[in-house]
Every structure is written in structure tokens, then in C-alpha cells.
């Protein structure tokens, strides 16, 4: 097993308060086959210059900095094109990983034969509360059907790169996909993992949260509503929907899933006045209202989602009410509010 390199990828971008945790945790891992490419995209603060220092005391370290930034897909895309392991791995330079993850996840790759190896996360929270995704510990074999169905439907497999190693052969001939991903900022991770799930041959899960997420006051997750994590989620959907068109068994998840995606952003509610919330609102009430019947048509769609769409397009605020009101109750509305 000692014998296989995972390539290890780290975009770091303005994060010199973390960025020495996160290698610390990638160069102690009890896996010690790791090449480990740090890509600076054009920091402004010390991060490159802490970057250097580790590179400096462990050789594994190849550290490229670029100078002009280009956000994190062209710097995961810069590292894969420099990598030369036969798996290759994301970690983002903000957050840390537990000493055993890249031992587990290549032990079940190569156990199993599978061409991607996944685990868990948690999510970890300024005030030290930890969310578990989902921490239950049973290992899943997925055909490639299997975990491109599970990928989509968002259900257990989360759609992270950070969580997972994939054979590198997998990331042969994406250069059309890399271009269409650079204008996508929020569900990017989804869309690639859509790709790659799709060119495996098969998967191995094991439900144990080994990578730690960390979510902080100004990370995409966290940050206030704006055009791309309005609009991106239901671009990225779309994508999928129109590719997986010849598989019946993902389109119908992705549909569903599409169409949900839709009703919630209709029925969102911001406090600040936001003028492209407004219309994208209009837009794609519009669009479920026009294609009303063809969705009740569709016998492989959930008849909750079919309700859904019919309130949202009878009366949308309504809807929001009583969705507000559940999640009140059940504290969803909490959920990524980090001041």
C-alpha cells in the first residue's frame, strides 16, 4: 500500500491564520506517501511566505505561486496538472484533517478496487459546536450508477472534493469542464464530483468524519446572498440534469432535485433589498408555472415535490410562511450563522 502516491492539492488564498494548521495536519498524517502541492493564488498577506517555510523543512512540499488570482477551481486545476500520484486529494488551506484520513481512504480503494474512496466531515463552528456528516461509521460499495444516484441526491454522500481521493486517470480530458466551471462559484465542488463519479467505474464509502470543516464569519458557505450562491446551485443542477438526460436512474434524483432547488429559491426571504432576488424570484416562478403540467406528466417525480411546485406557483408567500415556521422549530434557520 506504502507504494501508491496520493497527490494532495491545497488552494490557499489570504489565509495566514490557517494555512500552517492545515499543512501541519496534511504532513502528519500517518500515511507518509503524500505529494503534498500548495497553490498560493496570488496571496496578498504572509500566506505564501509560510507556505515556503513548511516547503523549506519537508520535501514533499512543492509549493507554486501564482500572480495573478484566478479563484479556487483554477488553482485546484493548476495543482492537478503538476501532480504526478496515481490518487489525487483536495484539502482547502482554511481547514485540517485527522492524522488517519488519506490511510483509511487509500486502504479502501485498494482493498475494494475502487476508483474513488470516500469518508465523512464535520463541520465545526466559531463558538466549537460540531455538526457530523454523518459519523455512522458503515462503509458503503457504490457501482458507478449507485454513486452518481447518491452523489445528486444529496442524501448521505456530500459533495465536497475534500472528502475523498479519486484515481487520477479520472481527471484526463476535463480541459471544456474546467472552462465552464471558472464562472461557477458556489456548488463548483458538485459539479466536478458529478464528472468524475460519472467516469469511475465504482466507489467505497466509509461513513467516519476524519475531514474538518471549518466554517468562519467570511467563508462561501457563511457569506451574505449574492448572484452566484443565488443563481449557481439551480446553474449547476441544470448541468447535471441536461447530461445525465441518458440516465434514467440519476436524471430522475436530478430533476427532483432541480425542482426543489427552484421552490426554495423562490420562496427565500433576505433582509436586505436585493433587486436580483426580486427578479430571479419572478423568473422562476414563471418558468414552474409554465411547466406545470409537463411536471405532474412526469410519473418518476415525488408527489411532495409536485405539491411543492403547485403551492410555490398558487401562492408563493404562503409557502414561505409555514416553511419559516418549521424551520424555526426545528432550527434550520440557524444553520451557517456564525455571528
Known sequence: MNNVCISVIIPAFNIEKYIGRCLSSVINQSYKNLEIIVVNDASTDSTGKIIDEYAAKDKRIIAIHKIVNEG???????????????????????????????????NNALKYHCDISHCGYKMIYPNKQIDY???????????????????????FVEPALCNKIYLRTLFNNLDDLEKQMRSIKINEDLLLNYFLFKKSKNAVYEDKCFYHYILRSNSTTSSKLNESKLKDPIKVMRMICKDSSNIPEVNQVAENRLLNLMVRTVTIYSEEKIDILV?????????????????????????????????????????????????????????????
Open 72 to 106: 479556487v477551481v483554477s488553482a485546484r486545476f493548476t495543482g492537478i496538472r503538476n501532480s504526478t500520484g496515481m490518487f489525487i486529494g483536495f484539502v482547502d488551506g482554511d481547514d485540517f484533517i485527522d492524522s488517519g484520513m488519506y490511510s483509511y481512504l487509500i
Open 133 to 155: 456528516y454523518y459519523n455512522t461509521e458503515k462503509l458503503l460499495l457504490q457501482t458507478n450508477i449507485e454513486g452518481l444516484r447518491d452523489l445528486v441526491s444529496g442524501n
Open 279 to 339: 427578479l430571479y424570484k419572478k423568473e422562476l416562478r414563471a418558468d414552474l408555472k409554465r411547466n406545470l403540467k409537463l411536471i405532474f406528466s412526469k410519473k418518476h417525480l415525488n408527489q411532495s415535490t409536485k405539491l411543492k411546485v403547485l403551492w410555490v406557483v398558487i401562492n408563493p408567500f404562503s409557502y414561505y410562511l409555514i416553511h419559516r415556521l418549521y424551520e424555526k422549530v426545528k432550527r434550520i434557520d440557524k444553520k451557517y450563522k456564525v455571528g
